[in-house]
């Protein structure tokens, strides 16, 4: 088996207790690569590559030791599984069973909501982090369809969301008013109004997105948002409003008498008594 300050060697970054289960796997392989197959052993080792406090933790279990037995047979010892997981009981964000729950993804959805979706790669985050929480919950039966769209749509500040709808009223003209879009229809949208925006993430090494959710200030507590185009609307009756005006001067204007000369007299003759029709233009 590897040593503990071995590049090769299993690790776990303490300070993320649900990769826990995940380094428990890691270790599967160097076990049937040098043949370990002696449960003392593998707890040895699945404790060697931790820091010293926690290897005293886990070695501490009853389950790292011998069954207590009663009568004249000789104590067992526990197997590596029933120590793994009474290691995996100290950390509540390890069962698989309470991984996530829907309060982590609205809380995502609501941190979101209030910082902002300005650039491609900010919203790559969230889009990314979105997804991991609600596939678990999808497939454990803890969140239907319809709430994963109604929930990735709310993470979306109003001022985006508007230019979005806006995109997928033409990109998809068949779609009914009544149904909310997908999460990949809205994934496109987003894609489109962003473009040319900056790009990078800011994921962490352990590949979360390093943004503290943090308790929720103004979140939204109004339905689905209402698709405006209210920009657009705007500037489009002002110029009609402009243009009206314009019209309406000309036909003024065209409606008013020719102005007749104060001195009538003609130029021809110089009497005054008549004067020549081109003096009436």
Known sequence: MPLHNDTTAPKWDENCPRELPQYFKELEYPFADYGIADDTQKKEYAAQYVSYNMMETWLGLPEFGNNITIGNNAPQPHTYQEWKAAVLRLYPGTDASTHYNLGDLEQLVNQTFNSGLATLGRFSDYYQDFQHIARWLLTNSKLYCNEEHYLFQQGIPMSLWSQIVCHLKITLPDHYPEHSYDVDQVFKGTKWVLKGTDMATTKTSNGTSGITLLPV????????????????????????????????????????????????????????????LWQLY
């Open 217 to 276: 200030v103004n979140a939204p507590l109004l339905p689905s948002p209402t698709p405006k185009c209210g920009t657009l609307k705007l500037a489009t009756t002002t110029v009609i409003v402009s243009m009206l005006e314009c019209l309406e001067a000309l036909l003024t204007n065209n409606a008013q008498p020719h102005q007749q000369f104060n001195n009538s007299i003609c130029h021809f003759c110089g009497k005054t008594s008549h004067h020549g």
